[in-house]
């Protein structure tokens, strides 16, 4: 199972990106996705996940600017990154669980793909 994380950036604070995952190895629709960041001297962090039927989940910190999708058709996730602050700024990683059901653990998380750069200058 491999997965492709693209999409990352330098933004200016208050814009967008979106970052997509490509699934390969295994189907989406039997996977609950998640994401997750990681910043500078800082331990990794929850950010969303969705679940194989749609539900979605969200860190407060991002919830109402980040919105997480899947396109089952395509094997890829997304997380639509809107409204993003300096403090955005990480490595942001997607991940794929053995489930059907979303964790906000990353130790629940099976698949990882390698990481791509979010900075968002003030």
């Known amino acids: 199972v491999q997965l492709q994380a693209s999409g990352g950036g330098l933004v200016q604070a208050g814009g967008s990106l979106r970052l997509s995952c490509v699934i390969s190895?295994?189907?989406?629709?039997?996977?609950?996705m998640g994401w997750f960041r990681q910043a500078p001297g800082k331990e990794r962090e929850f950010v969303a996940t969705?679940?194989?039927?749609?539900?979605?989940y969200y860190a407060d910190s991002v919830k109402g600017r980040f919105t997480i999708s899947r396109d089952n058709a395509k094997n890829t996730a997304y997380l639509q990154m809107n409204s993003l602050k300096p403090e955005d700024t990480a490595v942001y990683y997607c991940?794929?669980?053995?489930?059907?059901?979303?964790?906000?653990?990353?130790?629940?998380?099976?698949?990882w793909g390698q990481g791509t750069q979010v900075t968002v200058s003030s």
């Open positions: 991940a794929a669980r053995d489930s059907f059901f979303h964790s906000f653990s990353d130790r629940e998380y099976a698949y």
């Open positions: 969705i679940s194989w039927d749609g539900g979605r």
């Open positions: 190895g295994r189907t989406l629709s039997n996977s609950a």
